[in-house]
């Protein structure tokens, strides 16, 4: 078996081969981290003495496919799923055993390592790695004729008996399929049905009274009448927020890098992830055409004609994914997202090797690589939009507080840790000495029974990796260790230190430290001073007290730099290059920066923007992925398989520009397909293809590839309009249908899954739909287009659109996973639909909810009518988009009967919830503009705290609307 196949880092195609190793079972989530976190620690550090290429199988233990790690080796299983305790691979990583240890010869992993592994484990050590016989590869003729990579041509409108059905091309399509397999289409849905359905379909809102009762009272027409309701939709502001929405889930958008750990002090939060958002809620409002989307997208800053400055956000498209790790995870994400966004193509599975399955050799991963490796973020981002004076000047005095309060913590630490080890420089320095990599075991326990002993400060010891590096100051003292004193320059080495060495040959290391320590102690004196001076230097170099030889002394082992150089930037990048990890943690103000700067109204806006490097690179080949194993190198170029054959090189800085061309170009097969694909899934429930991020060869066929290549041409034929695509295909008899299976029109048993689109199918409505129809119904939906994220799930509730909610990569609130929302991980452009529990108790007992039910009776359309029979009408009206049938009326009187009946019963109940709820408004109102979990600041909402009083019999049986099956979806 060769690293080539064990390595692979497997696609969700892996399902559908027999000889998967259970991989099908795992999520994609838990797919996600094996590949990202799992496989590279395995790839990196244990497959040169546990693979089959290595040729190595130390203690008979193969780590490099998940059969042979559960099987294990002579001291039994590696990796037990689920059990971390009986899991060996486990117990050799955390060194517990000390005649188990991996990797060995002081390799131990990190902490992180560690930890990732260990969850790998707990969670049931998934695993998207294939046991196959031979050498998968997709560079075949067979793979390069794919459907998919073949030119898009627009096909003649098929020949139908059934014409008359037909109002526009797509109908033509879709009724020949039908008449293939003697099926008749469903009847059209009733104007209200149709309404609700176009109504969410384009602004992912319910529709209104006025609405509902203006389109049923139209005499046009229903052709006439309907595209009336479209082209008003088409034209809402609130068609960008729904449609921007789902292009942000391809996108991976995230207001955080998702890493805490890692990115603590750097920014866990993206100040001006929105902006991003807003560009793209702003490109689906104007219609720009598809093609320039996707080159703003990649190379906005390399455009001439960019007209619109704000337009310069689109860039964020590349910098809003996943950080931590090392710079080459950061671009296999911008190249997994490019790919799986425009081109639903997973090229990242080409990283190690040559893709399995589709046509995508190594080099083509590696010539995206090089415009990626080529491509940097400026250090200032450029401003898009300026705010008020007055705002920004408060902006300015609050962002001044927390920037001196860094500073400030800045040398208070790093004082307290130079003093503390100049304190007792001579302990440090031999424990040092002692428990080097190097030292005997001997000398180790010595060091080891002395750290202990003395009680040293474990964050100046761990700031002690600086030694080596500063040969100037401790050269004597590594030349000594490595025996060989006579070879030190005495002419680099600081003055001060030289002159204390002079004449001196030392025999032991107890000779040497006495020396250091009173070179460290004798700079004491003028340290306080020189580290005001330090701290005082804003406007310049500071003349400093100290000379250039104390100066290095005084700074170990943390460096200390004159505040003129540490903007807050370059205090990030100092805290977190030179501070150990546990004052890394300790009294910043990073992330309150980062949350003002995204919160207040007084900050500019910014675009997250990239750059070409001043020298462009091509990369190598990493063989098997590996950095440091490097092979050929390749020219930066677009795809070989979309280039005939024969891709030409990128000649213009890093190749943005040109990559963007090529993928928008009419001659790519794929990007108008894979788009038109996405925008029918979103109106049918299902795209002609099921996988919209991945068209290659192991999707399924489209079930109309004729109807998907005429849409495509059509979208490029009209400017690439996304617009003009949606009206054309909802002007369709087939979208118009009806969803419910009439008697003698039952074809579950020849197209179960409607495929064929025999019927309307019915949409469940997801999280953001859900929550903005409970702020519609309640007439708060606060229609401001754009702006800064808010918190969506803590009181006081906000009331603007979910879209414009706070979205942690890192931390999904409960709320939103359990109602399905995109993890945005990776690219996802087809959520999952799920029906759990959470969901039924979130609108049964949400506060948010129950104010909604209370705000439906508060509505004029429902307050202010005169009888009981059109409050009833109106609140099915609001909630459900339709008039009730007949048979409803009796039900919903029998049940009002009952609950107002009922009403005396709670009155006696209600002063008691008031004050309760008063009292907990009152608390709440105290801790505003504090930090909640998510580091958004709670009097962003501004929104109001929900009063806990018990429903009326009317408010109920609205409540109770609002728990029925059919408010949960689109018929």
């Not at 990599?437 to 009680?455: C, F, I, P, V």
């Not at 369709?732 to 020849?750: F, M, N, R």
């Not at 008691?912 to 008063?918: G, I, P, R, V, Y």
């Amino acid at each position: 078996m060769t690293m080539r196949v064990t390595a692979y880092i497997l696609t969700g195609a892996i399902a559908a081969l027999a000889t998967a190793s259970a991989a099908e079972d795992f999520t994609p989530e838990q797919k996600d981290f094996f590949d990202k976190k799992i496989k590279p620690i395995l790839t990196d550090k244990c497959y040169k003495c546990h693979s089959a290429e290595a040729g190595k199988s130390k203690g008979g233990l193969l780590l490099d496919s998940r059969e042979a790690s559960l099987k294990g080796g002579d001291t039994g299983p590696a990796v037990v799923p689920g059990d971390t305790e009986k899991s060996l691979l486990l117990t050799a990583i955390s060194y517990k055993d000390k005649d188990l240890q991996m990797p060995p010869k002081g390799e131990k992993l990190s902490d992180k390592e560690i930890a990732d592994l260990t969850t790998w484990v707990k969670t049931g050590a998934a695993d998207t790695r294939v046991a196959v016989k031979g050498k998968l590869s997709g560079l075949t003729d067979k793979a390069r004729q794919h459907w998919a990579y073949q030119p898009v041509v627009k096909p003649a409108v098929p020949a139908v008996k059934n014409r008359a059905w037909c109002y526009t091309p797509v109908d033509a399509f879709i009724l020949q399929k039908l008449e293939e397999k003697n099926m008749i289409p469903a009847p059209p849905a009733d104007r209200e049905t149709l309404l609700r359905r176009a109504t969410y379909d384009l602004i992912g809102l319910p529709p209104t009274l006025d609405e509902i009762k203006e389109f049923t009272a139209d005499p046009a027409p229903l052709e006439v009448a309907f595209d009336k309701v479209v082209q008003r939709l088409l034209a809402s502001p609130h068609y960008g927020e729904r449609w921007g929405r789902f292009w942000l889930d391809s996108a991976r958008y995230s207001d955080t890098t998702g890493d805490r750990v890692n990115n603590r002090n750097t920014e866990y939060r993206f100040p001006y992830a929105w902006t991003y958002r807003d560009y793209v809620v702003r490109a689906f409002n104007d219609d720009k055409p598809y093609d320039r989307f996707i080159i703003e997208q990649l190379a906005a800053d390399k455009l001439t004609d960019l007209k619109d400055q704000r337009d310069l956000a689109a860039l964020g498209f590349l910098t809003v994914g996943k950080r931590g790790g090392n710079i080459n995870d950061l671009i296999d994400d911008r190249i997994d997202t490019y790919s799986k966004a425009f081109l639903a193509m997973t090229v990242a599975c080409a990283r190690c090797h040559d893709h399995m399955f589709d046509p995508i050799p190594t080099k083509d991963y590696y010539a995206l690589h090089g415009v990626f490796a080529s491509t940097e973020e400026p250090k200032e981002k450029p401003v898009i939009s300026q705010a008020g004076k007055a705002a920004a000047a408060e902006f300015q005095q609050k962002l001044g507080a927390l920037e001196q309060a860094n500073l400030d913590n800045y040398y208070k630490l790093a004082s307290q840790t130079n003093a503390s080890f100049r304190k007792d420089a001579a302990t440090y320095l031999k424990v040092w000495y002692l428990t080097r990599t190097t030292a005997s075991a001997e000398d180790q326990k010595k060091g080891a029974d002395l750290r202990a002993a003395s009680k040293l400060e474990v964050e100046v010891t761990r700031s002690l990796n600086r030694l080596n590096r500063d040969q100037s100051v401790f050269g004597p003292l590594t030349a000594f260790q490595r025996g060989s004193w006579s070879s030190v320059n005495w002419q680099k080495i600081n003055p001060l230190v030289a002159t204390a060495f002079k004449g001196m040959n030392p025999s032991t290391i107890d000779e040497i430290v006495p020396v250091y320590a009173k070179l460290f102690g004798g700079v004491e004196a003028k340290a306080g001073q020189y580290e005001k001076e330090l701290a005082s230097a804003k406007d310049g170099s500071p003349t400093i007290t100290a000379d250039t030889a104390q100066a290095e002394l005084m700074s170990f082992p943390l460096r200390m730099l004159p505040a003129a150089n540490l903007d807050t930037e370059a205090l990030r990048k100092e805290v977190d290059t030179t501070f150990p990890l546990g004052l890394r943690n300790r009294g910043w103000s990073f992330n309150k920066i980062n949350a003002l700067t995204m919160t207040d109204n007084g900050a500019d806006a910014r675009a997250m923007v990239v750059e070409d490097k001043p020298t462009p690179v091509n990369s190598p080949v990493f063989i098997r992925g590996l950095s440091e194993n490097k092979g050929d190198i390749v020219p930066r170029h677009f795809l070989e398989i979309l280039s005939g054959g024969h891709p030409t090189a990128f000649k213009h800085g890093s190749g943005r520009l040109e990559l963007a061309q090529d993928t928008a170009s009419k001659n790519n097969p794929l990007t108008a397909r894979v788009m038109v694909n996405r925008v029918w899934m979103h109106h049918f429930g299902e795209g002609f293809v099921r996988t919209p991020d991945d068209l290659g060869t192991m999707s399924e066929k489209p079930t109309h590839p004729e109807l998907l290549d005429y849409l495509s041409s059509y979208f490029m034929e009209q400017g690439w309009s996304v617009k003009k695509l949606h009206r054309l295909i909802m002007l369709s008899k087939v979208y118009q249908e009806d969803s419910h299976i009439l008697q003698g029109s039952d074809y579950t048993s020849i197209d179960p899954e409607n495929r064929l689109l025999w019927r309307a199918n019915v949409r469940r409505l997801d999280f953001e739909e859900t929550r903005d129809s409970l702020l519609v119904m309640a007439n708060k939906l606060d229609a401001a287009v754009g702006g800064q994220p808010v918190n969506l799930t803590d009181e006081p509730y906000s009331h603007r659109r979910s879209i414009y909610g706070y979205v942690d990569r890192g931390d999904i609130p409960e709320l939103m996973a359990s109602f399905d929302f995109s993890n945005p991980l990776a690219p996802n452009s087809k959520r999952t639909t799920t029906v759990v529990p959470q969901q039924a108790l979130f609108l049964m007992n949400s506060p948010f909810v129950i104010d909604v039910a209370r705000s439906i009776l508060a509505q004029p359309g429902v307050s202010h009518v005169s009888s009981n029979n059109d409050r009833i009408i109106n609140i099915y009206r609001i909630i459900l988009g339709r008039t009730p049938k007949t048979e409803e009326f009796p039900i919903a009187y029998a049940f009002l009967q009952k609950e107002l009946g009922q009403q005396d019963k709670v009155v006696a109940e209600a002063k008691d919830m008031t004050e309760k709820a008063e009292k907990k408004a009152e608390d709440r109102a105290k801790r505003l503009g504090t930090m909640n979990d998510n580091g958004m600041t709670a009097i962003q909402n501004k929104g109001d705290i929900v009063e806990r009083k018990p429903l009326t019999g009317w408010e109920t049986f609205a409540h109770a609307l609002l728990l029925s099956n059919e408010a949960s979806y689109v018929n």
